[in-house]
């Protein structure tokens, strides 16, 4: 599917929202932003990942100024507390510890840039997400297979990694990496913007 004469630019490497872009049934090229996603001290949840989706977008757009080009970040939220990509198997660990048992927020920021029509557009989505009490051993056999290395939490709601949820309130895409239904009005936007 393409939107009018508008080529899409996934600038994510991530195989997860590219396999929920895809499904939707877009053709899209991908490129790496490869930005510093360190936290601003006193930087609310959603303004993190507004600001990451953004500068994501924008180091991508200089590059394909004729082209519509997308933006996403995802956070995991504990107690008002970033839990990003673990750096080791043992911080994993700890993460997973630490949500045992207890309800967290996933938050997913877009942001879809084209630079020669002079738009820019962001927006986030959030879900709840609430964890079983977790077993030791079973956290440690997760960690083993590798699963939570590269993800925020430490988990993947779609994976091996579903045993760990109880359930969850809202979007599920949200929690994977990319709000579909959200992605869907904002492109609408972009158009009609893009139209007038």
Same mark, same amino acid.
């Given at each position: 599917?393409?939107?009018?004469?508008?080529?899409?630019?996934?600038?994510?490497?991530?195989?997860?929202?590219?396999?929920?872009?895809?499904?939707?049934?877009?053709?899209?090229?991908v490129?790496?932003?490869?930005?510093?996603?360190?936290?601003?001290?006193?930087?609310?949840?959603?303004a993190?990942?507004?600001?990451?989706?953004?500068?994501?977008?924008?180091?991508?757009?200089s590059?394909f100024?004729?082209?519509?080009?997308?933006?996403?970040?995802?956070?995991?939220v504990?107690?008002?507390?970033?839990l990003?990509?673990?750096?080791?198997?043992?911080e994993?660990v700890?993460m997973?510890?630490? %949500?045992?048992?207890?309800?967290?927020?996933?938050?997913?920021g877009?942001?879809?840039?084209?630079? /020669?029509?002079?738009?820019?557009?962001?927006?986030? /989505?959030?879900?709840?997400?609430?964890? !079983? !009490?977790?077993d /030791?051993?079973?956290?440690?056999?997760?960690?083993e297979?590798?699963?939570?290395?590269?993800?925020?939490?430490?988990?993947?709601?779609?994976?091996?990694?579903?045993?760990?949820?109880?359930?969850?309130?809202?979007?599920? /895409?949200?929690?994977?990496g990319?709000?579909?239904? %959200?992605?869907?009005?904002?492109?609408?936007?972009?158009?009609?913007?893009? !139209?007038?």
């Open positions: 599917m393409t939107v009018g004469t508008l080529k899409l630019i996934l600038a994510s490497r991530s195989p997860r929202r590219q396999e929920l872009l895809s499904r939707l049934g877009y053709e899209f090229g490129a790496e932003p490869g930005i510093e996603e360190s936290q601003i001290p006193g930087e609310k949840p959603a993190h990942v507004l600001r990451l989706a953004l500068e994501k977008a924008r180091r991508i757009a590059s100024p004729s082209e519509l080009v997308i933006g996403a970040d995802t956070i995991v504990l107690d008002e507390i970033i990003g990509k673990p750096s080791s198997p043992d994993a700890n997973l510890k630490s %949500l045992s048992g207890r309800e967290h927020v996933v938050y997913t877009l942001s879809m840039i084209l630079l /020669d029509g002079k738009i820019e557009n962001s927006d986030y /989505d959030a879900t709840k997400v609430i964890f !079983n !009490n977790l /030791d051993r079973d956290i440690f056999r997760y960690v297979s590798g699963e939570p290395m590269d993800k925020a939490g430490a988990y993947g709601i779609q994976g091996m990694g579903s045993f760990l949820v109880d359930h969850y309130e809202g979007e599920f /895409d949200t929690v994977i990319f709000p579909t239904k %959200l992605f869907a009005r904002m492109l609408e936007e972009v158009v009609s913007c893009r !139209n007038r």
